[in-house]
């Protein structure tokens, strides 16, 4: 288990460094004038800014052992030192700080995944249950086309639907009481601070989001399920004359679930994937909106501020996800 | 090449059986018979790429001719689906808008399959240390979730100077104004689009390529065929690559639901290809999520032919994969 442990441990620190390495690199192929771009841009607001400053931070001028294009690594190597110490640069214009931005946008976004999480399986784990238990039934039958629905339906669409039905609420005659959940005010609210308007702007995009990942929850834990009743054990249950609540909640649900569990590893990437949709359709400032406003600004230190947060996040997560997946399952480690 | 002069010729074989375009019907025939939504899906992708081929023939005006005097009106008889804040007829704009899906949705699929090809099948064919650094290089590769990868790619190559070799040139250049209604009017915009949402796909591709060529490289014809004195390249052109083409084919499949999906959420964010040249997820955004509460059509059009069309593609993909490979099903 420990040698598991650590050979999946050392690749998760290789891959977050070669995903900032990529970003530096990606960001450093534009062509030598955006320092001159961003300079013009900035005039109107920010007039101290030279141009130098911004040559500097983009680490145009950068060189090793006397080539140009070697630079990107200097330029890497001074960012990540910074990040190192937790410092993430500064935005060109405002020369606001980057990490400060990202503490208030993480919160953001984790708690639209966590609650989409929550949400997608509130609806997919009873419904796959079900659906399995009650195998090529109507319930079943039902089930099942929604789920496949679910996995098309662009939630893109789903959030714009939201606002042209209900942004009518007071033509149909509702209460302000109710208007007040479904069209709350724009203006973001942190839910330590107001927790009950927090969650009056957040149920609609995360119900939303859990949508999206309800479909292919469902579809594996019927699967799953499915496969476990045709069990020897779960006959043996069977036959031992147990209720069938019994053989399904004591016997067949563990078993199945474990690998539902390990597709949260995939599943993480779909919500943060979807966030950005969602907080760009119902304005939340999270870390995707963070990300659209900086790449449209030319605000490119802060997009590697993003990136590589989120990087680390889903590399992280998905290496968890791996380490309680093989306790659960021993299976795994000796594979 | 004795052997093959004494074989019977192919036509003798031919000649019994009804002709090949028969036995093709038959074969789609059988194929809408066992797999009805494969079939379905198949019947929107040939409506949606003929749609798209004769879209300027097909569209009523030209869709970026204002009507100021009928903005956002109704679907009615002039305009079948209606008009948006500045008049134009929103069923000629969903119509060229259908170039877009179709071209970008098939161009993304080619290309991802050829990437994922070239890196899969060099990686899993060379193996050691080549497929260690390249198995790490896709680690990187798929670390990050797609969307926040393709808003950075197509930012950076779209705007600033020329960009990336050339090729991102801010707002495209008509190359002729009577070109206008076609997609290459929009050529560099769609070019960078189409590379880098096939990039993306490619990452997760080549994963799944290198494993089929292990499999392959482990049958005993390989052996046979490298002491025969093949070269690397032969082999794998003549014995690799036509045991994973049925692989390619589904894999490419079932990426196309997908790939329209991603063009149209890029393009929802504003970074697909720009305005003027109309796109379903652009259509959504800039008509539909702004203008879309009491004219309900002009989000529920573009949103309802997204959502069929990756329906559709997805089932068609679903349906071949299990006709061509059933070992692959499940999952998902």
């Known amino acids: ?335 | 090449m004795a052997v093959r002069e004494q074989a019977i010729p192919l036509e003798a074989f031919e000649a019994a059986g009804p002709p090949a375009w028969r036995r093709w019907l038959a074969g789609c025939l059988r194929f809408a018979r066992r797999k009805p939504l494969g079939a379905f899906g198949a019947l929107i992708l040939i409506l949606t790429v003929v749609v798209a081929v004769f879209s300027p023939w097909i569209a009523r005006f030209p869709y970026a001719e204002p009507h100021f005097s009928d903005a956002l009106q109704s679907p009615n008889g002039t305009y079948w689906f209606g008009t948006d804040s500045l008049g134009h007829d929103f069923f000629s704009r969903m119509v060229i808008g259908s170039q877009v899906t179709v071209l970008v949705g098939l161009g993304t699929v080619a290309v991802a399959a050829l990437l994922s090809v070239l890196v899969g099948g060099i990686s899993g064919y060379l193996g050691g240390r080549v497929d260690m650094i390249t198995q790490r290089v896709v680690d990187v590769w798929v670390a990050l979730p797609p969307i926040f990868l393709l808003i950075t790619f197509l930012s950076v190559l779209g705007t600033g100077g020329n960009g990336f070799l050339g090729l991102g040139r801010g707002p495209d250049v008509a190359l002729d104004p009577k070109d206008g209604d076609w997609i290459w009017y929009t050529f560099f915009r769609s070019s960078v689009v189409i590379f880098s949402l096939g990039i993306i796909f490619a990452g997760y591709g080549a994963r799944i390529v290198r494993s089929a060529v292990l499999a392959v490289k482990e049958n005993v014809y390989m052996e046979a065929a490298r002491s025969l004195g093949a070269s690397n390249v032969r082999i794998m052109l003549r014995y690799v690559l036509p045991n994973i083409m049925p692989l390619i084919i589904i894999l490419a499949s079932v990426n196309l639901g997908a790939a329209v999906l991603a063009e149209a959420t890029v393009s929802f964010l504003g970074f697909g290809i720009q305005r003027p040249f109309p796109t379903w997820g652009g259509l959504l955004d800039v008509d539909g999520r702004v203008y879309g509460v009491g004219h309900e059509w002009l989000s529920l059009i573009p949103g309802l032919a997204i959502f069929i069309c990756v329906y559709a593609f997805n089932m068609l993909g679903d349906a071949l994969r299990d006709v061509l490979d059933p070992r692959l099903r499940g999952g998902r």
Do not use: C
């Open chain 1, 1 to 335: 288990m420990r040698q598991y442990f650590i050979r999946r441990a050392l690749l998760v620190v290789p891959t977050v460094l070669g995903v900032t390495l990529l970003i530096t690199f990606l960001l450093q192929i534009l062509e030598g004038n955006i320092a001159d771009l961003i300079y013009a841009e900035s005039a109107t607001f920010n007039q101290e800014l030279t141009k130098e400053q911004i040559e500097d931070d983009l680490g145009v001028n950068d060189e090793l052992l006397g080539s140009r294009s070697l630079g990107i690594f200097v330029q890497w190597g001074e960012w990540m030192g910074g990040v190192a110490q937790g410092d993430f640069g500064e935005y060109f214009r405002s020369r606001r700080s980057v990490g400060g931005e990202l503490e208030n946008r993480i919160p953001v976004t984790l708690e639209l995944a966590g609650l989409a999480l929550f949400f997608s399986l509130i609806i997919a784990l009873p419904t796959g249950v079900i659906s399995a238990i009650r195998q090529d039934t109507l319930v079943d039958h039902t089930a099942r086309s929604f789920s496949i629905f679910m996995l098309a339906l662009p939630s893109f669409w789903l959030g714009t639907m939201y606002f042209v039905v209900v942004g009518r609420w007071d033509d149909w005659g509702l209460p302000q009481s109710i208007g007040d959940w479904l069209l709350p005010p724009s203006i973001y609210k942190d839910v330590w601070q107001d927790p009950e308007a927090n969650f009056r702007q957040m149920w609609a995009p995360a119900m939303i989001l859990g949508f999206a990942l309800a479909g292919s929850v469902m579809r594996l834990t019927r699967s799953q399920m499915l496969e476990v009743l045709r069990q020897d054990y779960v006959r043996t249950a069977w036959s031992k004359g147990l209720r069938e609540r019994t053989v399904v909640t004591r016997h067949a649900i563990k078993n199945a679930f474990i690998p539902v569990f390990s597709l949260i590893g995939v599943q993480i990437t779909i919500l943060v994937s979807g966030s950005v949709v969602l907080e760009r359709i119902f304005g939340l400032p999270g870390l995707g909106l963070m990300l659209i406003e900086a790449v449209t600004q030319r605000e490119y230190v802060a997009v590697q501020g993003v990136l590589l947060v989120v990087a680390a996040f889903v590399v992280i997560t998905n290496f968890l996800v791996d380490m309680v997946y093989s306790l659960l399952d021993p299976r795994i480690r000796y594979a």
